[in-house]
């Protein structure tokens, strides 16, 4: 008589670039890059978005039995913080159903000068996602732009944050010496025979303008090509959704959410865990009965 034995799976949800946002006729936003931000608001990202297709998430993650929501980026328009109030509230519903919630921030999250000096994204998402005991407990986000946490059968999330603020058309990151550095540093200390997931605001690649490039991206690039034990890289900032495996040319499977938030092309992604391999679901959404509802849109399966 054979008995099976069920695999243990562990479930990530990745969605990015929530973009909450409050407009204001303050005079005082002409003193920063915020009228920027508000004017673009006011003629285009009003009519894009639509932040109710994110109360059904917390039925879905509940669901599907998700153990951990990581948000790459771009809680905010302008990182006022009425706007991260209001991404703090969906992301509590969130935590409140019992899934453990990842944020790193977005260049809409450091918009203004003053909001990136004070580190306000900060004052409402932990910076770190360590546990107390972990061997990495001692970096986080804020201070040097990289925390860690272990995930079960040998995985880790390693979280950058690369964004800062930019001149007035500019939305670029910067993958900096010292978050290179930094990086190195942790994946050297993770064992060769472990499965690490990066998480970051940026792709590695941009077919954009270079005003909304990651800095360095080729130096970001040369450390995930030394580095084979990062499997998985997980991005927004795009809100072009994208699964793209990457391992022939010495590069991880690359994640990119697209734009939850958007009207018309919202998506995310589910990634289902185990020792040997990962599935990714990718979810859109759909018209059903006059309304729009997510629907799984097809999935990969990997070996890693």
């Known amino acids: 008589m054979t008995t099976s034995v069920e695999t243990k799976v562990f479930r990530i949800a ?18 920063s890059k915020r009228w920027v931000g508000n004017a673009n608001l006011l ?24 153990d951990l929501l990581i948000v790459t980026g771009d809680l905010s328009t302008t990182s006022k913080k009425n706007e991260f109030v209001l991404a703090q509230a969906f992301l509590n519903k969130i935590k409140n159903a019992g899934v453990e919630v990842i944020t790193l921030p977005g260049n809409h999250d450091h ?15 932990k910076p770190s ?36 603020a930019t001149p007035l058309l500019s939305c670029h990151g910067n993958f900096s010496e010292q978050i290179e550095a930094n990086l190195r540093k942790v994946l050297s200390a993770i064992s060769d025979e472990d499965k690490v997931i990066l998480a970051n605001h940026f792709p590695i690649f941009t077919s954009d303008s270079k005003h909304k490039h990651l800095l360095r991206d080729n130096a970001l690039r040369q450390v995930l090509s030394e580095f084979p034990k990062v499997k998985l890289y997980l991005h927004g900032h795009t809100h072009r959704h994208s699964v793209a495996d990457l391992r022939n040319a010495g590069l991880p499977i690359i994640l990119d959410s ?21 599935a990714i679901t990718s979810y859109s959404l759909a018209t059903q009965d006059q309304s729009k509802r997510w629907k799984e849109r097809s999935t990969f399966n990997f070996t890693i």
Request: with cysteine.
């Open 14 to 31: 990745h969605i990015s670039d929530l973009h909450f946002s409050t407009f204001t006729w303050s005079p005082t936003q002409f003193f």
């Open 43 to 66: 003629f285009r990202r009003m009519k894009e978005f639509c932040h109710n297709q994110l109360d059904e998430l917390t039925e879905i993650f509940i669901g599907k039995k998700i």
């Open 111 to 125: 918009y203004t000068k003053l909001d990136y000096r004070n580190q306000t994204f900060y004052d409402f998402f």
């Open 129 to 164: 996602i360590s546990k107390s005991e972990n061997v990495f407990s001692d970096v986080n986000l804020k201070d040097q732009k990289i925390s860690v946490k272990k995930l079960p059968d040998g995985y880790w999330i390693v979280a950058l944050d690369t964004s800062l």
């Open 258 to 278: 697209g734009c939850t938030s958007h009207k018309k092309k919202g998506s995310w992604n589910l990634l289902e865990l185990n020792k040997q391999s990962c």
